[in-house]
């Protein structure tokens, strides 16, 4: 006939069930919509009888070797078929709560000891059980959740432990008494298991948030450029709408100069045309297709080459709107031929020259800017690596901006020529 703490403990079995349950469901993603819901409450009480059946039938013992069986297993297959969660993210997610149920066991092993009495380490198990599990529910399992989803590498990093867990516990301490045996081998695998998972752990970790920085430096200076390149176009733009003027006042100039010719002042009437021709020239932007941004662009930068006496060709065929974002497309456009400017004017004479091409294709705004190179240009994944200080962000900018568009893009180094093509979905 069972004692009170059998009984207790055949409850406290029941009640940890509900725990581990909720805990690994939460920790997978919760429920949904209402329809999970159901399925949960459905199922919840099913296997809870199944468990309840097996202990009055085959005893605590058989029910705690069979829980994987009754339990783990049928809410593994809920989660994936039932709830549509990744099988691995499941997996981990039971095996969290597992480990979350030995929580309170503590409290039960930690008051039996101090007391003496198995009953009070029941009662007080069955006391904590809720106070815990409301305290998981609402810090620990979010954080679990967003920790393990972030990526397949947090996934393994974060849910290594609770496998391992779990798969030691049930080997020896439910399928064997191997931990309580005093096993000497068991001792020392402990903790060189423990340590190998810390040092695994540390590396891993440190890797992650090594490339968590790098994203965020990236991101910032993404971010800057593309400041810089809204101040540039708005430079572009007041230079643009100079230019409309002086065509505007382009009657009186003609006015002054028809004035001087009257009074037959030639040479006045010449210097006046150099000047107003300069200044005309200083603010036109040149002309290379429909589209006003790529104008001002390839214009300021054909000036640019000029100064630095490098050879600019652009092949332009483009409409005057694009579906790609104005910010954009100049900070790519810009990097690009700022780079190939810094290339190309420290080349001998003969070899200062850049080519630029800029049209759509197949439904794709094709852009390729080439110009010579010296040496080897070492490659890392897809990007060119600069040894100067401050260099090789602009090749980095330019990629991130083409899968910002949900376009791609590549460098290539060959026959001493640097070519860089990017293609974007218009």
Known sequence: MMNLV?????VNYGLVF????????????????????????????????LQTVSWLTLGLAAT?????????LPLLVVLVFGMKRPAAMSLVSICTGYLCCQLPRCGDIAVTAATGSPLAGQIVYTIILAPIFLFLLRYFAPAARGAMTESPRSLFLFGGLPVIYYVFDYTTAVYSDLLYSGSKVLAQMIPTVVGLFYMVYTTAYRQQLQQRSQTQMQSSLLSTQIKQAEKELASLRRSESQSVLYRHDMR?????????????????????????????????????????????????FSDRAERLDVRLTVKA????????????????????????LAAAGALDENRRWISCFCGIRASKLLIEIKNPCVGKIVMR????????????????SIQTIAHTCHGLCEFTAEDGIFTLRAAMPV
């Not at 059998?6 to 055949?10: A, K, M, V």
């Open 6 to 10: 059998d009984i207790l403990n055949g």
């Open 18 to 49: 509900f725990f581990g349950a909720a805990l690994s469901v939460s920790v997978a993603g919760g429920c949904r919509d209402k329809r999970e819901w159901i399925l949960l409450f459905t199922l919840c009480p099913l296997f809870l009888a």
């Open 64 to 72: 705690k070797q069979l829980y994987p069986l009754f339990i783990h």
């Open 252 to 300: 009186h100039h003609l006015t002054v100069l028809s004035a001087f010719l009257a009074e037959g002042r030639v040479q006045q009437a010449q210097e006046y045309i150099s000047e107003v021709q300069s200044g005309i020239e200083a603010i036109t932007p040149k002309r290379f297709c429909d589209n006003e941004l790529v104008n001002l662009l390839c214009s300021a």
């Open 317 to 340: 065929d483009l409409p005057p709107v694009l579906s790609i974002p104005d910010i954009e497309l100049c900070a790519l456009l810009s990097n690009g031929l700022e780079n190939a």
């Open 381 to 396: 994944d897809g990007l060119p690596v600069s040894e100067r200080e401050g260099h090789g962000y602009g090749c980095r």
